[in-house]
T-cell receptor, first 115, second 112 residues
């Protein structure tokens, strides 16, 4: 049972436009969400995170939105650049009530930004 | 500062062989985890640790053992390799749960 789902395996956008990557989760106990970026033959790198007490977090070109009632989060990249082409994973964690150390990932979305 | 170091980078095993995937971090992180990445499945948690001497199972622990005798090291053991364990394995560490995990560069394992 996939608790974190990224239903779009791939996304292609033009350079300079907005990229929107989506993620849904089923476990309402998740209270911390993260996005990771992964290039081929490398490990994932942390991009941005959001706590469930917020609905938006922004870091430069990257903004994550959280809709708790819909159990949905999204990553917006504006403007998109060719170097953003990578696989993006969303992940969720349960840490509000104790130390779990368990990060659950979605399947990933491959973003291609065309020059 | 090396971060998270995984060895080896590539490995081919025969079914039934055993091996240990090494993971070491030099950031004094308490949290460490092992993931496997398979096409269409994303990253799935195998085992994790919240500190030296403490380990627990993740989503897909069968066929894997771990131990955490020191803060720095978190080896993953395959006692009897099977073809379903063909995958790319990533080790990750974090100082706190709120911090993003730092991942190693991965070990590509093939079991024939």
């Amino acid at each position: 049972d996939q608790q974190v789902k990224q239903n779009s395996p791939s996304l292609s956008v033009q350079e300079g436009r907005i990229s929107i990557l989506n993620c849904d989760y089923t476990n309402s106990m998740f209270d911390y969400f993260l996005w990771y970026k992964k290039y081929p033959a490398e490990g994932p790198t942390f991009l941005i995170s959001i706590s469930s007490i917020k609905d938006k977090n922004e870091d430069g070109r990257f903004t994550v939105f959280l809709n708790k009632s819909a159990k949905h989060l999204s990553l917006h990249i504006v403007p998109s650049q060719p170097g953003d082409s990578a696989v993006y994973f969303c992940a969720a964690d349960l840490h509000g009530s104790g130390n779990t150390g368990k990060l659950i990932f979605g399947q990933g979305t491959t973003l291609q930004v065309k020059p | 500062n090396a971060g998270v170091t995984q060895t080896p980078k590539f490995q081919v095993l025969k079914t039934g062989q055993s091996m240990t995937l090494q993971c070491a971090q030099d950031m004094n992180h308490e949290y460490m985890s092992w993931y496997r990445q398979d096409p269409g499945m994303g990253l799935r948690l195998i085992h994790y640790s919240v500190g030296a001497g403490i380990t627990d199972q993740g989503e897909v622990p069968n066929g894997y053992n771990v131990s955490r005798s020191t803060t720095e090291d978190f080896p993953l053991r395959l006692l009897s390799a099977a073809p379903y364990q063909t995958s790319v394995y990533f080790c990750a560490s974090s100082f706190t749960q709120q911090g993003g995990y730092t991942f190693g560069s991965g070990t590509r394992l093939t079991v024939v």
